[in-house]
């Protein structure tokens, strides 16, 4: 219909029957506005819901991963998450025993929100969240694995000054074939300074194949032991208190270790450090964002096995390399700590 055609016509009188259908088709136009205005209201709040959903999603994901980022460290080096709660579930059943089960101990004591929520999930939800708990262990593992391994050439190379300087980006010409991390690496009852321990140990000759049965002279306060006393000295290495400094505070703390602590400083001297002096924040220590309080044996025995790798020559991160079982390893010191005799 033109324009003129809902106009009246020359003489002033309206043409029959055309304002009723314009009317409709004005009706027409606005109801179809209003609806299509409705529709877009309704999909721009159904948007907001999906993206706020989206954003809630995220924001556990990233939870789950920073909370999985402290297992690693300081609740089990090598179990995966799901395997400490079937073992605790086998041991209830069969048992009634929780107690004994250390591993998912430590893990709720560190993890205060897991058990409850675990139990309360959905499966589906409950399979994300170990599996993002999972990603999160992994990530920090590798990421301290990567720090130590530059880190430890620069320790090794300033306090021994070796012939050979150890290459930061050279981890196969580390291990025994070099003289200062072999030194290091040496089991604490042999002397790195004898040629035959030095060939036997290179040569894997009988009675000088280095296992995890041994403590490594790294772990001993100036890298020697008492014969007398294996214990003395012990986890007080610099190059030790070094690494777990440098993981659990931050690389410059590293550098203030005089060598002759107990390590109980890496956290009291730090506790407090969330803002500078200046009252300017700054970033947090692994300390702080995993609400670590103490030096712990399992910690101890995480950064002894970072370092232990960090010194090797092996390239890519297995628990076992050659005759050397990092599991073992990790558990010895563990052991010590929590299964000292008295």
Not at 253 to 280: F, H, M, Q, W, Y
């Amino acid at each position: 219909m033109t324009d003129t055609e809902c106009r009246e016509d020359d003489g002033g009188t309206q043409i029959e029957g055309q304002p009723d259908e314009c009317s409709q088709d004005s009706a027409a136009a606005a109801s179809l506005q209003a609806r299509q205005r409705r529709r877009i209201a309704q999909l721009e709040e159904k948007l907001e819901v999906l993206e706020a959903g989206r954003a809630s999603k995220e924001r556990q994901c990233n939870y789950y991963m920073a909370q999985g980022r402290a297992i690693r460290r300081i609740v089990t080096l090598f179990d995966n998450v799901g395997d400490l709660v079937t073992e605790n579930d086998r041991r209830y059943d069969f048992d009634g025993d929780e107690e004994s089960n250390v591993g998912y101990i430590a893990l709720t004591h560190n993890l205060p929100w897991f058990h409850k929520k675990g139990t309360e999930m959905e499966f589906d939800e409950y399979l994300h969240m170990m599996k993002m708990l999972w990603q999160g262990a992994d990530s920090a593992r590798g990421d301290d694995t990567s720090k130590l391994k530059s880190l430890v050439s620069e320790w090794v190379n300033r306090e021994f000054k070796p012939d050979n300087p150890v290459d930061p980006n050279d981890k196969p010409s580390r291990g025994f074939t070099n003289d200062a991390c072999g030194r290091l690496l040496c089991p604490a009852e042999f002397d790195w300074n004898n040629p035959t321990v030095r060939a036997g140990i290179r040569d894997r000759s009988e009675g000088y194949i280095v296992t995890d049965l041994s403590f490594l002279a790294f772990l001993y306060d100036k890298y020697a032991a008492n014969p007398d006393d294996l214990e003395e000295g012990l986890f007080k290495g610099r190059i030790l208190l070094q690494g777990y400094k440098a993981v659990f505070t931050s690389p410059s703390s590293a550098k203030d270790i005089e060598g002759d602590g107990d390590g109980e400083d890496v956290i009291r001297n730090n506790r407090l450090a969330k803002k500078s002096s200046a009252g300017i924040k700054v970033k947090k220590h692994v300390v702080q964002i995993i609400k670590m309080r103490k030096v712990t044996p399992r910690s101890i025995a995480y950064i002894a096995c970072q370092v232990r790798f960090a010194l090797s020559a092996v390239t890519s991160w297995w628990s076992v390399d050659g005759d050397f079982d990092y599991v073992q390893f990790w558990r010895t010191i563990v052991d010590f700590f929590d299964k000292a005799p008295g």
